[in-house]
């Protein structure tokens, strides 16, 4: 932004998968003064762009958050790493790189429970208005937008035994899991282009950053919304040599700081529920007692096998390799430096008589406990294994008034008993997979859990104590058209003039599948949604100053 002033119009809070794509699409108008404020760094740093990267970035508090849940008892009382993306692109730098639209049901539900505009008839073409998919033109496939979304560079034969499998169990083979129909077995689509990391950040900044009316400021931690009279006016924040600066706006704060960050940014703002803002000395500016809950994400069980053939694991442990591998990416683009979390998906069903399929499969040449912290010593593959539909909710909280403190994340994993028969059927489903040819030749060891582990309640126990999450936090700023809603259909705050969300947070029940596509189109609704109210606003309303010290 080059005005003297530097007030915005829109000021938009978070720079990840949503946030990027609605600057992006707001400052299109060379009329609107965009100012874009991420806590994180550029996204200078190579292990960013190279795909198999999140290995070095996950859990790395130079671009992750690495909060850590509280103890869960539907987890045997653990408490389990929560990585999200502090850093120019979000979590979109720094995740699995699967592409996954969800469902088109998802997005009808959304409109049953009377919010308008979201049916998948109307969201559809905004996810294709998004992407490029790259093998080409399908049904409700977009083949011109920023977004690059390509096949898999990397094949490994002990996945496409997994497709066999299943196939040899009469699931179908479905080239397209984001087209009319999501039931079946294939391959993952990736964020990936031409071998390198296609972020949100790549896709919807990088090409608009010497655009006049837009200012992308990093390293500025927001500490609360600036509320006037019922009306926001801008943010407090947080500069990286410890000063705080007010960046106003003229027109309206867009917080897109994600499921956790958005919902305790309002909090320390005064909106949020009023008993738990005057527990921690924060004045109530508006009550909205369901910022913080209705939380939801997609727990994972991740089942390894070791294997009678090398897999990744091997490949990867010896110098040689390492050196091969660098040099084959380095050279073509091509390799296991290619991969992405998953290589081959599943949507399955987990019990006759669903509409949908209720369970997703992420399949691994490889195996890891986490994957910042390298892989197992041994030959193995991974089924990992999660409910699409959750209904246990969780809460974010206060953890203090201090903004710069963590909050308080409750998942509540497992509460109701479809959740726990789900994911206990999903389990049962992996190990029959792995025990049906071609599949069973090429395992030696049922590793985690292993085969004595049999019956219901030895199941459930170790999901219990070893499953974790998918990175997939949702709905702690819902959307709808009832009283106690965080946001209305439109994305504006209820009580509050002036002031949108738009990210994960507002979705009222999580996707049936991976979030970073959906937050995209969250972001594309947004501005949607925004330059409609534009066109037909009065004037902007007047501020005070632009970028000013706090005394």
């Known amino acids: 932004m080059t005005s003297a002033t530097g007030i915005a119009d829109y000021v938009v809070v978070g ?35 190279i ?68 049916s998948w008839r109307e969201v559809g073409p905004l996810f294709a208005g998004l992407e490029t998919f790259q093998r080409g033109s399908g049904e409700g496939r977009g083949t011109s937008g920023p977004l690059q979304v390509s096949d898999p560079r990397l094949h490994r034969e002990i996945c496409e035994l997994w497709i066999k499998a299943a196939q040899a169990k ?21 964020t ?23 200012e ?30 007010l960046v106003q706006a003229r027109r309206e704060v867009i ?24 527990d921690h000395g924060i004045p109530v500016v508006h009550h909205a007692p369901e910022v913080g809950r209705n939380l939801q994400d997609h727990l994972q069980a991740r089942l390894v096998f070791k294997c009678r053939e090398a897999t990744l694991n091997d490949e990867v442990r010896s110098l040689f390799n390492k050196a091969r591998i660098g040099l084959e990416y380095a050279l073509f683009r091509t390799g296991p430096m290619t991969m992405a979390a998953s290589l081959v998906f599943g949507f399955l069903r987990s019990r006759p008589g669903l509409a949908t399929p209720d369970i997703q499969f992420h ?97 459930l126990d170790w999901v219990r104590g070893n499953s974790t999450t998918i990175y997939h936090p949702t709905g702690t700023c819902r959307m709808g058209v009832d009283d106690h809603a965080v946001v209305d259909p439109r994305l504006r705050l209820r009580g509050v003039r002036g002031l949108r969300v738009a990210d994960c947070s507002i979705m009222p029940e999580i996707v049936s599948g991976n979030t970073n596509a959906p937050a995209m189109m969250i972001g594309a609704k947004l501005a949607q949604l925004v330059l409609e109210d534009l066109r037909a606003a009065s004037p902007p309303v007047a501020t005070a100053a632009g970028i000013d010290q706090v005394a």
Request: glycine fraction near 10%.
């Open 216 to 245: 992308i400021v990093t390293r500025a931690q927001v500490l609360r919304v600036i509320v006037q009279e019922g009306r926001a006016t801008g943010v407090e924040i947080r500069r990286s040599d410890g000063s705080r600066q």
């Open 170 to 190: 009469g699931i179908p083979y479905n080239p397209d899991y984001n087209g009319p129909v999501q039931d079946g077995v294939g391959h993952f689509q990736l």
């Open 51 to 118: 795909p198999v990267g999140y290995f070095r970035t996950m859990h790395n508090p130079g671009f992750d958050w690495c909060y850590m849940t509280q103890p869960d008892p539907g987890l045997n009382g653990r408490a389990i790493s929560w990585p999200r993306g502090k850093v120019l692109g979000g979590s979109s730098s720094l995740n699995g790189l699967l592409y996954v639209r969800g469902q088109r049901e998802d997005y009808d539900r959304w409109a049953q429970m009377g919010n308008a505009g979201w």
């Open 15 to 49: 720079a990840g998968s949503a946030g990027c794509v609605a600057a992006n699409r707001l400052s299109a108008d060379p009329d609107v003064r965009v100012a874009l404020i991420e806590a994180g760094a550029r996204d200078r740093s190579p292990w960013i762009h």
């Open 255 to 278: 917080l897109c700081a994600g499921a956790i960050g958005s919902p305790q940014i309002l909090m320390l703002s005064g909106i949020g529920d009023a008993g738990h803002l005057r």
């Open 363 to 459: 399949i691994q040449p490889w195996s890891a406990d986490s994957p910042g912290e390298g892989v197992h010593p041994f030959s193995a593959f991974t089924q990992s294994v999660c409910q699409l539909r959750p209904e246990s909710r969780g809460t974010i909280a206060l953890r203090s008034a201090d903004p710069l403190a963590a909050p308080i994340i409750e998942p509540n994993y497992l509460a109701t008993q479809t959740d726990r028969d789900t994911i206990v059927a999903g389990v049962e489903i992996a190990r029959e997979l792995a025990r049906t040819e071609p599949l069973r030749s090429a395992i030696s060891q049922e590793f985690r859990p292993t085969a004595d582990v049999q019956g219901y309640d030895e199941v």
């Open 192 to 214: 990936v282009d031409k071998g390198r990391r296609c972020s949100a950040a790549v896709a919807f900044l990088k090409p608009i950053r010497d655009r006049r009316n837009l």
